[in-house]
């Protein structure tokens, strides 16, 4: 057995990293709130990675999303509501679709999205203005509008020439196009976002 005393300097930091606050009554209740609504049960993880390995946004990311999932099974919620992968992960569902335990990460990415959005904690307004003017041209055309979400965050992160030279060539190359294209079905994608905000989502 080893006695408290006789851990090293670096131990004691470790032990004191790893100590680990079991979460409120209220946070309990959040947590499994948060499992229900994405429709998925974090503890069916076991930690393999598969989604982290196949996550495209998994670069840009402060905890991957197989992190995430460990940070819920360790009642570190609160670390989880601030992370910034929340806020940039794309919900390509990826990691959903990998996932040999049927987690669904994605969902969870998304309902973690939309309780830290309820609670005001978003720890880059950039990345939260990018959430919301993606979703505004999907609102709006039915579809992703590149150049909309570009102006549109340009606008309102205080940055109007940010990337600006990107998109002649983009376009030229065929890559973005200069008007939105037409969909079919793009009023019953508007009428998903009204669904969504009925069900208390974002608007
Ligand atoms: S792929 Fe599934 S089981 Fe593996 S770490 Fe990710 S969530 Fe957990
Ligand atoms: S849904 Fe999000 S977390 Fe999952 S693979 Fe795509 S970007 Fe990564």
Redesign the pocket.
Known sequence: MILKSNLGKGEKALEKATTLIPLSKSDKVLLSKIEQEAGTDINL????????AGCPAGFAMDYK??EI?RLLQLDMLDKALNAESIWICATCET?SA????G?D?ASLMDALRREALKQGRITDKKVANFNKAFLGTVKRFGRTYEPGILLYHNATTMQPFKDAGLGLPMMKRGKMEIFPGKIKGKDEVKQIFIRASELGGEE
């Open positions: 993880c076991y930690q393999c990675g598969k989604c982290s999303p197989r999932i990691c990998r996932c040999p335990r987690v990460i």
